[in-house]
Each structure stands twice: as C-alpha cells, then as structure tokens.
C-alpha cells in the first residue's frame, strides 16, 4: 500500500522561508526519484523540483535559488527547503513518487500522488 503524504506548510510573510516534508511508506523508498509539484487557483500544475535516487537534483526556473530539495532515506523523507519566499509561490505543493530512480522533466511519469500541503506567502 503506497503511501505519500506532504506537511509543513503554512502562512509566511514574503521574504520567509518553510521547509515542507513528503513521507512515504509502502515502496523501496531509496530506489526512485521523489517530485514536488504545485498548483496554485487558475493555474496549471507545475513540476517544482525532484530528486534522483543518486541525489541529482532538478529545479524549475522560477524557484532556482531559492529552493533546495534533499533525501533522507533512513528516514523515508524528502525535504523541501523555500527560502526568499514570494507571493507568487502561493500554491497547494504535493510530492509524487516517480516511476524509477531518475525524474524526467518533460514527460513526467508520476505513481503515485501524495496529498498536498497550502503554503500561502502574504502580508
């Protein structure tokens, strides 16, 4: 029984940061690659970062530099740490357990969807 489940979010001030969390159970958690996506009222889905297995990492422009995803497979988790956080990245954010241990960005192929966690960046 797979399982994926995102937490951590919240209400920040733009400049803040939050460091959302993915658990996941039910699958060989160190042998695949780990998403984030999200989505904001109005807009489409947007792969945010992944993961590889070998700790090859991928961002999407509009969080480079601010953004930083890391695994800890002891514990089952991945992380994901915003900083210099922005109104923009208002969304519902979900992780997803990718089919094998590398993340292809342009035809995503996605198992399993956790369920998501609001992050909401105001003043």
């Known amino acids: 029984d797979v399982q994926l489940q995102a937490s951590g979010g919240g209400l920040v001030q733009p400049g803040g940061s939050l460091r959302l969390s993915c658990a996941g159970s039910g699958f060989s958690f160190d042998d695949r690659a780990i998403s984030w996506f999200r989505q904001a009222p109005g807009k489409e889905r947007e792969g945010v970062s992944c993961?590889?297995?070998?700790?090859?990492?991928y961002y999407a422009d509009s969080v480079k530099g601010r953004f930083t995803i890391s695994r800890d497979n002891a514990k089952n988790t991945v992380y994901l740490r915003m900083d210099s956080l922005k109104p923009e990245d208002t969304a519902i954010y979900y992780c997803a357990l990718e089919r094998g241990p590398a993340c292809n960005v342009v035809h995503w192929g996605i198992d399993h969807w956790g369920k998501g966690t609001q992050v909401t960046v105001s003043s």
């Open positions: 993961i590889y297995k070998s700790g090859t990492t």
